[in-house]
């Protein structure tokens, strides 16, 4: 089953995206990423169309533009197909290897992550069930 | 003559008052003379005495407008007399000017979170489409019954410039393609300019969150769009028979008007009141339109923001984002509107 963006509305799954335009990181990427998100985690599936970049850029108030970015950068990574006069749609990726180099970026990441987490007072026990959490999220 | 007219304008001028009088509450409560605040800032002392001079202004000015019509009414100045209640719009708009500003420099930065669904419906209902479309299309069916029983019509008929009584008219006037398709031609531009901003609240109005409450604004904007979709038909249905007066007795246009109006007033207070609960109601968020892009408080100029239509700041109801072009065609159309109607006028004399 594939959830569709049609104009009656197939509310079949829970997806949602937040971006706030005081953050310093873009808009564009702000959307990218969570998108990106969300497909990793299945609430969006191979298949299921995206709302056309009007729409999303009307229901956030940002420009076409950033929309469209955020969607091209998604297309140039292999999670979505998009072409011109049809919704963009979520396509079947294979998953690449990590480099070493990127390995190394995404356990900096975590780690500052980590840091930010247990700085702002949260227990480690605490982290170890919400990482599990995600990663069960993540394989369903 | 002298009380007949001030007895027409003097009701106008203090609905207006009335009106721009609880405007600076009509709105949610971060949002006070179009600029974000604090939610108590309202309710602060130099929030009530903004609020109290902008008030003060209001009323001086429909006092001063109520008094200059009453004198050039007594005078026989009838033009004059007609145009104090711009003189009161003057002086609310100074007044708004001024409450606009001093609230700015209370202002809080506006909520910049704004989430969307990925998955939802993209417009509504298509028989709210379909209601929204239709009554564009009850003055030109009139206009097209006109047309092809033109030879039936009468060479002259009575014309009403006050209540219409069976059996009495004001004056007569002769048939034409004009006097006869005045009405219709008139009733179907304003229509379409309602189509347009109807199809503008429908399609190309935020429709995600800002951090109010969940489905906050579906529900304020599918209320907005079933008002104007009542007021359309109401409309539509009196200048469809009103084009039609020709060809209908008196008697049944006496009937019929009143039924109309009172559609008409249902339908305003039926979704103007939950309106306006609505947009005082506590929140929890801003709307997502960047204080910088309220120009004056009233125009709305973001051309980063993909909407055409954006909710006021003010008061109910939707306002046009001039940073999209489509806004500039709209207000060509309103402004091109008057003209036309100023030109059949004219060719009706």
């Given at each position: 089953?594939?959830?569709?963006?049609?104009?009656?509305?197939?509310?079949?799954?829970?997806?949602?995206?937040?971006?706030?335009?005081?953050?310093?990181?873009?808009?564009?990427?702000?959307?990218?990423?969570?998108?990106?998100?969300?497909?990793?985690?299945?609430?969006?599936?191979?298949?299921?169309?995206?709302?056309?970049?009007?729409?999303?850029?009307?229901?956030?108030?940002?420009?076409?533009?950033?929309?469209?970015?955020?969607?091209?950068?998604?297309?140039?990574?292999?999670?979505?197909?998009?072409?011109?006069?049809?919704?963009?749609?979520?396509?079947?990726?294979?998953?690449?290897?990590?480099?070493?180099?990127?390995?190394?970026?995404?356990?900096?990441?975590?780690?500052?992550?980590?840091?930010?987490?247990?700085?702002?007072?949260?227990?480690?026990?605490?982290?170890?069930?919400?990482?599990?959490?995600?990663?069960?999220?993540?394989?369903? | 003559?002298?009380?007949?007219?001030?007895?027409?304008?003097?009701?106008?001028?203090?609905?207006?008052?009335?009106?721009?009088?609880?405007?600076?509450?009509?709105?949610?409560?971060?949002?006070y003379f179009a600029v974000t605040?604090?939610?108590?800032?309202?309710?602060?002392?130099?929030?009530?005495?903004?609020?109290?001079?902008?008030?003060?202004?209001?009323?001086?000015?429909?006092?001063?407008?109520?008094?200059?019509?009453?004198?050039?009414?007594?005078?026989?100045?009838?033009?004059?007399?007609?145009?104090?209640?711009?003189?009161?719009?003057?002086?609310?708009?100074?007044?708004?000017?001024?409450?606009?500003?001093?609230?700015?420099?209370?202002?809080?930065?506006?909520?910049?979170?704004?989430?969307?669904?990925?998955?939802?419906?993209?417009?509504?209902?298509?028989?709210?489409?379909?209601?929204?479309?239709?009554?564009?299309?009850?003055?030109?069916?009139?206009?097209?019954?006109?047309?092809?029983?033109?030879?039936?019509?009468?060479?002259?008929?009575?014309?009403?410039?006050?209540?219409?009584?069976?059996?009495?008219?004001?004056?007569?006037?002769?048939?034409?393609?004009?006097?006869?398709?005045?009405?219709?031609?008139?009733?179907?531009?304003?229509?379409?300019?309602?189509?347009?901003?109807?199809?503008?609240?429908?399609?190309?109005?935020?429709?995600?969150?800002?951090?109010?409450?969940?489905?906050?604004?579906?529900?304020?904007?599918r209320l907005n769009l079933m008002?104007?979709?009542?007021?359309?038909?109401?409309?539509?249905?009196?200048?469809?028979?009103?084009?039609?007066?020709?060809?209908?007795?008196?008697?049944?246009?006496?009937?019929?008007?009143?039924?109309?109006?009172?559609?008409?007033?249902?339908?305003?207070?039926?979704?103007?009141?939950?309106?306006?609960?609505?947009?005082?109601?506590?929140?929890?968020?801003?709307?997502?339109?960047?204080?910088?892009?309220?120009?004056?408080?009233?125009?709305?100029?973001?051309?980063?923001?993909?909407?055409?239509?954006?909710?006021?700041?003010?008061?109910?109801?939707?306002?046009?984002?001039?940073?999209?072009?489509?806004?500039?065609?709209?207000?060509?159309?309103?402004?091109?509107?008057?003209?036309?109607?100023?030109?059949?006028?004219?060719?009706?004399?």
């Open positions: 089953m594939c959830t569709q963006y049609t104009e009656r509305g197939m509310a079949a799954r829970n997806a949602q995206i937040r971006i706030d335009l005081s953050a310093s990181e873009p808009a564009y990427r702000q959307v990218a990423t969570q998108l990106r998100t969300l497909i990793v985690e299945g609430s969006l599936r191979p298949g299921d169309l995206l709302p056309p970049v009007r729409r999303l850029a009307l229901d956030l108030a940002v420009h076409f533009n950033t929309v469209a970015e955020a969607y091209r950068m998604l297309a140039e990574e292999g999670w979505l197909d998009v072409g011109h006069g049809r919704n963009a749609r979520v396509i079947e990726r294979a998953t690449p290897k990590p480099t070493a180099a990127a390995w190394e970026a995404h356990r900096r990441k975590l780690r500052q992550v980590l840091a930010e987490m247990k700085a702002s007072g949260v227990a480690a026990s605490r982290i170890r069930q919400e990482f599990q959490t995600l990663i069960e999220a993540m394989k369903s | 003559m002298r009380s007949t007219m001030f007895m027409l304008l003097a009701p106008v001028m203090l609905l207006i008052a009335v009106l721009f009088h609880f405007i600076p509450r009509m709105r949610k409560r971060n949002l605040v604090s939610e108590e800032f309202r309710q602060s002392e130099e929030g009530q005495s903004i609020a109290r001079t902008f008030r003060t202004f209001v009323w001086a000015g429909t006092i001063l407008a109520l008094a200059a019509s009453w004198t050039a009414l007594g005078r026989g100045w009838v033009v004059a007399a007609n145009l104090a209640p711009d003189v009161q719009i003057v002086v609310i708009l100074i007044a708004w000017v001024i409450a606009w500003r001093r609230t700015r420099s209370h202002a809080v930065p506006p909520a910049g979170v704004r989430s969307a669904e990925i998955v939802q419906a993209s417009g509504g209902p298509t028989w709210g489409l379909l209601a929204l479309i239709l009554p564009p299309f009850g003055p030109v069916a009139a206009a097209v019954f006109l047309w092809l029983n033109y030879s039936e019509l009468p060479a002259h008929w009575g014309r009403y410039t006050g209540p219409i009584r069976p059996g009495h008219v004001d004056h007569f006037i002769d048939k034409s393609p004009l006097v006869v398709f005045a009405t219709p031609a008139i009733a179907a531009a304003v229509l379409l300019l309602c189509l347009v901003i109807g199809l503008g609240i429908r399609y190309a109005s935020r429709r995600g969150s800002s951090g109010e409450r969940a489905g906050w604004a579906p529900k304020f904007r008002m104007l979709t009542g007021i359309m038909w109401a409309v539509s249905l009196m200048t469809s028979v009103l084009s039609l007066a020709p060809l209908l007795s008196p008697g049944t246009i006496q009937a019929l008007l009143p039924v109309f109006v009172v559609a008409l007033l249902a339908t305003l207070v039926g979704f103007g009141v939950p309106l306006i609960r609505m947009s005082m109601e506590r929140t929890g968020g801003s709307d997502a339109t960047p204080d910088e892009c309220w120009k004056g408080g009233a125009i709305y100029y973001n051309p980063s923001d993909s909407a055409l239509m954006v909710e006021k700041r003010s008061g109910i109801g939707y306002t046009l984002n001039f940073g999209n072009r489509i806004a500039w065609v709209i207000l060509a159309f309103v402004l091109l509107a008057p003209i036309f109607v100023i030109a059949v006028a004219s060719g009706l004399k």
